[in-house]
């Protein structure tokens, strides 16, 4: 079945789903618990607030971290540029991407980082910082698999995050919900496929072009649909948070007149 472009933006207007996170994570470790892994900005300090980022920190090229858990990324990059041109310190804090939202509402956290699509859902529920990256869903499978979009992935066995916009997706397009299986992080979906107990995964674009770069001897390959309409990416805040949210969106603005941005996303991509 041929999906065109109006009837998939329709699809994912029609979604209660939000949006997701895609990571990339440069050991093969599953994320550790959040309160394991707290790394301070590496901006030198400022005199300006502290803010407290959550991430998944596995969203390769985004944000990662290598195996002595320093952190590092395309998000990492340009929250640290943010910071030094507002005045104010960041530190960053692994969460599983279920539940993360939670720690804004329970005062655990201050910002949400990794791959967070901007859906006019959470624009009402928190503070939506303006678009600082474009991606969309896309396939990851085996070289001589015979998937060729997201028509075939009904009778296939498919790897996604829950509560992702990806796994909105996934549904859409599977009757068989013993045929989907969940994982929390994108490099465990990734394994999934590698070894062989799934055919494909579902996620987002940056993170899974990643994998297929940095994991080409694994004989996979990422499938990307023309007619899937782009999705942005916000940083996501408390809705009452006014003064931060403002604060990010002057700086993004800066760093893209200045050509910081150029500079962080030449950098990555």
Known sequence: MFITKRSFVLSLLMMSVAACSDKAETNTAAPKA???LVAAASAAPVNGKTYRVVSEITFAPFIMRDDKGAISGFEYDLLQAIAAKEGFNLTFEAHPWKGIF???SNNEADIVSAGVSATDERKQQWGVTNAYFQSAPAILVKKDSPIQGFADLQGRTVSVKPGTLSEGIVKQHHKDKKQIMNQETSWLLVKEVIGGRADAVVD??????????????EGIRVIVDANVPKIDYGFVVRKTDTELLNQL????AKLKQDGTYDQIYRKYF
């Open 34 to 36: 959040k309160e394991e």
């Open 102 to 104: 939670k720690t804004l």
């Open 204 to 217: 987002d674009e940056g993170p899974l072009k990643y994998y297929e770069k940095n994991y080409s001897k």
């Open 249 to 252: 969106n002057d700086g993004l």
